[in-house]
């Protein structure tokens, strides 16, 4: 009994090492399936990648070289060729206007009616004086002509004559300054008819009829603005000073002025009229104005407008377009569109920028396409599906 007890209890002793041994190869095994999956996913999962991700979409222009002008831009302020504010020369009240408010008006035009009948009045009385003092000068003439045969025949003393003589220059002054006073009464009567000075544009009238006015009052009746030819003046920084000089000197500068208003109007017969004799050392620029024709009216007072100056030509300027120039953290760039149809980011040299071109100075070369737009898409080695800008517009 005791012997077989024993055998009968010897396999569940062995039991537990058998088990071990089998959960040992178990974890074997799955380790080395678990290190072969790894291996082998990123491979799989690079190439699902490459062929899962799409050429990003871009518009790309060509870099040219050109002819482009050399201009210098600015803002400006419209100013009126000619601004008169219109007073009374005389006392009176207004009878009349006839005219409206923003009106345009020639030189000589009658704009405002003062009663006149107080200075007709006036004149009448100069006019009388003026007869009666030349009535005067003749009585005098006379008596002068008669003493003087007197003291040829002795018949009167030398100073007795000289009191005649004198008598006939008093009355000539007297008959001039009656004269001089009728003018002055015409003059005055003349100023109670009010006529514009120069060929404008009124403004709002600011005195009504039946008011009463002053001569060389502190208020304007009316202001009037010569708006044909008109000026833009305009500031540029020093540096362009001697260039700009330097041109003029040789001929006339044209000036283009680009409005800033929703109709985009552009005045391009402008000519550079005028430098001013020092620069403002506050601001470290040169004031100038161009003079515009101004025919049609597109230029208005008190309007801002961008102020291009031509100054000459530049030959052979690398140019793309603006919309293609990027800036970041080191400066400014532009994506460029490889051979095999990969971007490259390449910073660049800007040398100026002349509205919808720029002008680059290094790092382009004429023939390569840049992005102008879809650059927010776009990394370094990035494949890319190009579109001409051309055809695009």
Same mark, same amino acid.
Request: net charge negative; charged share 25%; proline share 8%.
């Given at each position: 009994m005791p012997c077989n007890r024993s055998k009968r209890f010897a396999p569940s002793l062995n039991a537990p090492r058998a088990l071990c041994g089998f959960v040992f190869i178990a974890v074997i095994a799955a380790t080395g399936l678990s %290190?072969?999956?790894? $291996?082998?996913?990123? !491979?799989?999962?690079? %190439? *699902?990648?490459?062929? %899962?991700? &799409? !050429?990003?979409?871009v518009v790309v222009a060509e870099v040219t070289r050109q002819t482009v002008p050399l201009r210098v831009q600015a803002i400006g302020n419209v100013e009126p060729y000619t601004t008169v504010s219109v007073k009374a020369r005389v006392d009176g009240q207004? #009878?009349?206007? &006839?005219? /409206?408010? %923003?009106?345009? @008006? #020639? $030189?000589g035009q009658p704009l405002f009616q003062i009663d006149a009948r107080p200075l007709q009045a006036l004149l009448k009385q100069a006019e009388a004086n003026l007869l009666r003092d030349k009535a005067q000068l003749e009585r005098a003439r006379a008596q002068e002509i008669r003493y003087k045969d007197l003291l040829a025949k002795n018949f009167v003393s030398p100073d007795a004559y000289a009191q005649f003589r004198t008598n006939v220059e008093t009355a000539e002054a007297t008959a001039g300054a009656d004269e001089a006073a009728v003018e002055t009464a015409k003059l005055q009567l003349e100023y109670t008819t009010i006529r514009s000075p120069i060929n404008g544009r009124t403004g709002k009238i600011m005195i009504q009829l039946g008011n009463m006015v002053k001569a060389n009052d502190t208020n304007p009746l009316v202001v009037i603005n010569q708006v044909? &030819?008109?000026?833009? *003046?305009? =500031?540029?920084p020093e540096q362009y000073l001697g260039a700009i000089r330097a041109a003029m000197a040789k001929h006339t500068l044209k000036v283009e002025a680009s409005l800033t208003d929703s109709q985009g109007g552009a005045a391009t017969n402008g000519e550079l009229a005028f430098i001013d004799?020092? @620069?403002?050392?506050t601001t470290g620029t040169v004031k100038l104005r161009a003079r515009f024709p101004n025919q049609d009216n597109l230029l208005w007072p008190g309007q801002f407008a961008t102020a291009s100056l031509t100054l000459g030509e530049q030959q052979g300027a690398i140019v793309v377009p603006s919309k293609a120039v990027q800036t970041g953290p080191k400066g400014q760039f532009v994506f460029v569109v490889k051979p095999d149809l990969?971007?490259?980011? /390449? =910073? @660049? #040299? #800007?040398?100026r920028v002349d509205g919808a071109q720029t002008v680059i100075a290094k790092g382009l070369t004429p023939g390569e396409k840049v992005v102008t737009i879809g650059q927010v898409r776009l990394t370094p080695g990035i494949k890319v599906n190009p579109k001409s800008d051309s055809a695009k517009s």
């Open positions: %290190g072969c999956s790894n $291996k082998d996913t990123p !491979a799989a999962a690079k %190439g *699902n990648a490459d062929k %899962g991700s &799409p !050429a990003a979409p207004i #009878v009349d206007a &006839p005219f /409206r408010d %923003g009106q345009d @008006v #020639v $030189k044909s &030819p008109i000026y833009l *003046n305009f =500031a540029v004799n020092a @620069v403002d050392t990969t971007a490259e980011q /390449r =910073a @660049v #040299v #800007v040398e």
